[in-house]
């Protein structure tokens, strides 16, 4: 249940503090004075996108604040996952709209929009004028149908679209595979041809690197062989001798003073590091070779390894990839018939398996239908609307070629609403056959059985009696007031005979100071109630009639 409502700096309310109560709450007020706004902040706390706009002209921050009594399996559960704790069942939610930093807040942690979305179910329903359009959409239908059912749907429609995504995928594979074969049957020859001419070239992933350095080597031997003889005939002076006692006198010097430790050790390690280096220059001296056909055999060999390179536009390493990718794809390819065979039953198998959980879901939201179908009849009856009513499930049916076109995301069916208003008509789309004034009222007898059903504890009808009257205007009063019986019902209404059965009624009006517009909100006392619903009576000028009629309205509710 909703307990109270902060909000400052939104469009033209500055600062206001409601405090709610259970039963059912009315606002009323002139066009414009801000009670769609009050509407408005409730939405932001259950998950509506916010605007820039909606920041009041001159502030740097719009904020809504929200408190909330809880009491819900499920909602503990998704505050649980994400750290929230709910203090004596009390959550509160804010909204910070800001151009620099806007943010999410339940109990002063930050969450996400989605995951406010996913809390909102539990927290409120909100009935916009936009939702009046929804009913006119068969579109909506399905999500309609699974919200009254929203847990175990869900659950359903999981398991459905696990198994979709595991079809979609193995048939990509299918169709992926078939590709591959029609494409490597049309160039077998070819690569046949591709395979034995690589693998007979021998290819080393290294071998082009290690043949340039050694045709480097042999085109610069001179230069090589008279550096080496020069270093050669150095090395046999006595400069390691020398070096050699320099290193002992160091370590010497070192008994006598710690000044000397530390060049001893990098002398004594700098010694042998470079006996190590002279032995390696003697080694390469001895070994020096020149054969002139090995520089003509190894350049031959470059390039007919850069030709190859050339005609595959390849490098070396995705020259032996693709040899390698050679090799798998005619070995498949004799085997071709029975890996695309095991994995078209793969598919079937997956196809079959989403059918099936497609049918569990269907049969599911047809066994919801059946108690839409009754419990909506009877609804709409307590709203003089004497009319028939079924909702309308046709199932996909299997197709033989598995291409799964049959597969939406919400599951294999199409739902109509049809109903039935004038007897001996027969059932026509609800969406092509009803008035403004039918929608309401489809609307709110489909709103009280949501409302039963999920066991919703607060509602928000945003002029759900929009385009009735007379006795019609009676019955829906009567409504609404019967939802208040077991579910905080907070409308904004036009209608008196709403406004007369109101536990709670709140006036919203706006005023003009220093140049700036502000809305104002008042709880009103019996008698400004009374005053407040000849007014609406009126339409203008109040008489001392109508005052006692909405007396007598208040009293008789």
Known sequence: MLQRLIVSNFAIIENIDISFKDGLTVLTGETGAGKSLIIDSLSLLLGERAQLEMIRTGSDKAEITGYFSVNNIHLTAILNSLNINAIDSIIKVQRIISS?????????????????????????????????????????????????????????????????????????????????????????????????????????????????????????????????????????????????????????????????????????????????????????????????????????????ILNIKKKYNKTIPELIEYQEELKKMLDIDDNFDEIITDIKNQVKELYDKTYSLGLELSKLRESIAISIEKELEKNMLDLKLKARFKVQITKEMKEDNLEGYIFKENGIDNIDFLIETNIGEGLKSLSKTISGGEASRIMLALKALFIKSQKISTVIFDEIDTGISGEVAKRVADKIYEISLTTQVISITHLPQVASKSKNHLRISKEVKNDRTYTKVEELSLDEKIKEIALMISGGKVTESQLEYAKEMIMSS
Do not use: C, W
């Open 100 to 304: 620099t930093k806007s943010y999410i807040k339940i109990n002063d942690v930050n969450i996400s929009l989605s995951d406010l979305k996913r809390i909102s179910k539990y927290l409120a329903d909100i009935h916009m004028q936009f939702d009046m359009q929804k009913l006119l959409n068969p579109e909506n239908y399905l999500e309609i149908v699974d919200g009254f059912k929203y847990e175990k749907t869900r659950e359903y429609l999981s398991k459905y679209l696990e198994s979709l995504n595991s079809f979609k995928e193995k048939r990509k594979e299918y169709l992926d595979i078939l590709k591959k074969a029609n494409d490597i049957k049309e160039k077998r020859d070819i690569y046949d041809f591709h395979l034995k001419e690589l693998s007979s070239f021998g290819l080393d992933i290294n071998e082009e690197n290690r043949i340039q350095s050694r045709i480097d080597y042999l085109k610069n031997y001179d230069k090589i062989y008279s550096l080496l003889e020069e270093t050669n005939a150095l090395i046999y002076e006595d400069f390691l001798d020398k070096l050699y006692t320099v290193k002992d006198n160091a370590e010497k010097l070192s008994e006598y003073s710690n000044n000397f430790t530390d060049k001893a050790e990098k002398l004594n390690d700098y010694y042998y590091e470079i006996d190590s280096i002279f032995d390696d220059f003697k080694k390469e001296f001895r070994n020096m070779d020149y054969d002139p056909n090995e520089l003509t055999e190894l350049e031959t060999r470059l390039n007919d």
